[in-house]
């Protein structure tokens, strides 16, 4: 059964404190894996799109890696403003269907 | 602006009135779904729909039907609601292929 999971589900970092976010998968056919961003009350809101192992996309602060298993987004010098949830998913198989992750929960304290 | 909308953006209805929610995307998208979100159990896809008239289950049909009969609109009903459908709801739209979806702002259901 295709599966995707998160770590930490919370995850706690002063301002500046890199860390990284962790989504595994299991899935026949990876065909994308996307992270989202979603804030209280709203919609995800699109970051990233990886396709294949070894590949990498970044933006301001955010970094996001593939490999054959999982996927990291790193987050370099937080600042509170990127406190939200990180929705990871993938899509695989021969649909245009979508697998969540049920995401990682940070909060970035001045 | 590109955008998916829905309405309402909260609904507080009682068990058995039939209601439906409205979405409707201004980007020429094929591919439209519905997700529901509930805690510790992240977005679930209810139904999705390939282009018009085009339409098959997700993951938690039970309770829910759509209908797609114009590109841009792709309504939610609930014939009979149920406590157990109290959730976020979540509409989205993509192009057909590996691309990404993007979300409406969310309809909060409560059913009483």
């Known amino acids: 059964e295709d599966q995707v999971t998160q770590s930490p589900e919370a995850l706690r970092l002063q301002e500046g404190e890199s860390s990284s976010l962790n989504c595994s998968y299991t899935?026949?056919?990876?065909?994308?894996l996307f992270w989202y961003r979603q804030d209280p009350g709203k919609g995800p809101e699109f970051l990233f799109t990886?396709?294949?192992a070894g590949e990498e996309k970044e933006k301001e602060r955010l970094k996001a890696t593939l490999t054959k298993k999982e996927s990291f987004l790193h987050i370099t010098a937080p600042k509170p403003e990127d406190s939200a949830t990180y929705l990871c998913?993938?899509?695989?198989?021969?649909?245009?269907?979508?697998?969540f992750g049920t995401g990682t929960r940070l909060q970035v304290f001045p | 602006e590109a955008q998916v909308t829905q309405n309402p953006r909260y609904l507080i209805t009682v068990t058995g009135k039939k209601l439906t929610v409205t979405c409707s995307q201004n980007m020429n998208h094929e591919y439209m779904s519905w997700y529901r979100q509930d805690p510790g159990l992240g977005l679930r896809q209810i139904y999705y729909s390939m282009n018009v008239e085009v339409t098959d289950k997700g993951d938690v049909p039970e309770g829910y039907k759509v209908s797609r009969k114009e590109k841009r609109n792709f309504p939610l009903i609930l014939e009979s609601p149920s406590p157990n459908q109290t959730s976020l709801y979540f509409c989205?739209?993509?192009?057909?292929?590996?691309?990404?979806?993007?979300f409406g702002p969310g309809t909060r259901l409560t059913v009483t």
């Open positions: 989205a739209s993509k192009v057909t292929g590996d691309y990404e979806q993007y």
């Open positions: 899935v026949s056919g990876l065909r994308g």
């Open positions: 990886l396709y294949s």
């Open positions: 998913a993938v899509q695989a198989g021969n649909t245009d269907k979508l697998i």
